[in-house]
């Protein structure tokens, strides 16, 4: 780390210490123990806040991943952390032209016809966008890293991981239910692509195929790029959220608004990778044209199984079954063994009845996420660590769909896709891939039966067979239940739809 950057996070990190200090020992800053705790909680949310926002843009991304946990961090420090901004001056366009020279050549302005250097487009603490016109006359944007800071963001990275990994030394108890170190590591996950830019234009390239099937959605064509700079066609129209809802016919409003929410959903569940920051600056709108999806640098991925699950969470939203869904969520994480899952299934039988047919302007998604997670560290339930990113982007598209079609429901657009997700699925189930599996496990376990006949025999003998009767903790066999239980229903969806094609 260079002594520049050591200096600024001992200047941030040191000063928000002094002020802990300040204010447990009753300092001289108004906030002593006669002042109003609501005030003095507040201006320390604001100084965290402010101290992230001078850290940078892991920093921001790390407080924005914990404003979704209100398991871990009180209310009035999460209404500051949702307002965290990557807000940095925008840099001269000189700065940047030794990047392109490094990166495209000293001809990089034959590849275009101008460059507007003057004003930036957009300004953030990884990147500038400039607007530029191509070579062929067409709109384009080009988008610059900022010299030095993949190493300051690395290096921010592996301090941060040590932090976690000592925080979990310290804390065991609290870490077997947030798992910090974890959670971290999705993030990492998801942000490093923001790093090369070659990354986030394969990303672009999987989302535009993947978008294809969505008759109002678009993802802008990459026409060239290196890891440090990026050239794009222009995203057509205003944000979602500066767009006029009264410039756009109903039937449109709630065509894209329904289309952004069953993109969200195929990648969730079919594609297993989705855009993980949507929030309303990254979605553009045209009226009479589509919707653009822009910026695929922080995408997640999540795994088949942790898909499934998840997939049946929300079907038991759905169908409004409390119990379904605190069962569901437990076994998409674990039950500590100190537990309490008895009153965990009571709350979740409470939250779900007001959840299964909001509305977006009844429901806010985001908070109803951080409802069950509050619950489930109260009762002890470990969180898939994949669910603080995976909820940083529902909370962020349900706020861009709000944005133009507060109407909308979650669970009637997730119920309507899910007879195209279940063939989608079945297909996959059904692949030559998953057939050699499957019979690769059988013969796996026709090889083990054998002797675990003996073993069974041998306690039968001694005496030392009995039944457990209670919850598996390691859930590895439901899982596989659960996929052949949905899939054989995509399965059958499947064979109807042909026979039916085929009768006609």
Known sequence: MSMHRLRLVSEVLGGLFA?????????????????????REQQRAREVRRGLERLGPFYIKVGQILSTRPDIVPPTMIGELEKLHDRVSALPFSHFEPVLEEELGPDWKER???????????????????????RDGRPGVIK??????????????????????????????????????????????????????????????????AVQGFRTLSVPDV????????????????????????????????DIGEELLSFTYRGFFVDRMFHADPHPGNIFVQPGGQASLIDWGMVGRVDRRTSLMIMLVLLNIAQNDGYGTAKAWIDLGYATPWADVTAFMS??????????????????????????????????????????VLGKAFGNIEGSVRCLAPELSLTGVFQEQMKRIMLDLAGEHFSLTQAARTVTELMLGVGAAP???????????????????GKDRSTRSRPDALSAGLLSLGGAALWLQNRRGNRS
């Open 19 to 39: 002020n802990e200090v300040s204010r447990a020992f009753g300092g001289s800053r108004g906030l002593g123990s006669d002042a109003d705790p609501v005030g």
């Open 112 to 134: 275009f016809l101008h460059v507007e250097m003057l004003d930036p487009l957009g300004v953030a603490s990884l990147a500038q966008v400039y607007a530029v016109t191509l």
């Open 144 to 209: 610059i890293q900022r010299p030095g800071i993949r190493d300051t963001v690395t290096e921010d990275m592996r301090m941060m991981r040590r932090a976690a990994r000592m925080f979990g030394r310290c804390a065991p108890r609290f870490n077997a239910v947030v798992d910090v170190e974890a959670m971290l590591g999705v993030l990492f996950d998801a942000m490093r692509p923001e790093l090369d830019f070659t990354v986030e234009a394969s990303h672009m390239d999987q989302a535009r195929k």
């Open 223 to 254: 026409e060239f790029c290196t890891p440090r700079v990026l050239v794009q066609s222009l995203a057509p129209g205003k944000s979602i959220g500066e767009i006029d809802r009264a410039q756009l016919p109903e039937r449109e409003r709630l």
């Open 347 to 388: 709350d979740m039988s409470a939250l779900t009845p007001k959840i299964s047919s909001a509305s977006l302007e009844e429901l806010n998604f985001g908070v109803t996420l951080t409802a069950v997670l509050e619950r489930s560290t109260k009762r002890g339930i470990k969180t898939n660590p994949v669910i603080s």
């Open 451 to 469: 002797e675990q006949a003996r073993t069974l025999a041998r306690d039968l003998s001694n005496r030392d067979f009995g039944v457990n009767i």
